[in-house]
């Protein structure tokens, strides 16, 4: 077995990728002590990969992950193919689940947020 020291981070590509984004941006910054290892480096995938091919990609990611991080949209229930999937998956696994509610919160309340 792999060793599992990764975070996978699940989101809706279309509506949230600005706090996926955010996130890896306070990981570069090196006054914050806010770190993790993405596991969304491993395993890089094309949009042209159909879906079966996605989700064997997306499995061989969660071997090595410790921990998902979901971030919560307001689109984020409407998605089966993928988010819902991803989730499943990393219960199945028994993965620790951080969820976060991105409602009500816009891009610039997050930015600001690694001032305090």
Known sequence: ????????????GDTDIYAYRIMKG?????HL??????????NVLTSQAGEETVKRK???????TKQAIVLIGPNTKNLHRF?????????????????VNLNQIGSS????????
Request: glycine share 0%.
């Open 1 to 12: 077995m792999s060793y599992r020291n990764k975070t996978y981070v699940i989101f809706d």
């Open 26 to 30: 306070w990981k570069a910054l090196e």
């Open 33 to 42: 002590d806010f770190d993790f290892y993405d596991a969304h480096d491993l």
């Open 58 to 64: 997306l499995r061989e990611r969660l071997k090595n």
């Open 83 to 99: 988010v819902r999937w991803e989730i499943d998956a990393v219960l199945s696994m028994d993965i620790p689940i951080i969820a």
């Open 109 to 116: 309340t997050m930015t600001s947020a690694h001032q305090y």
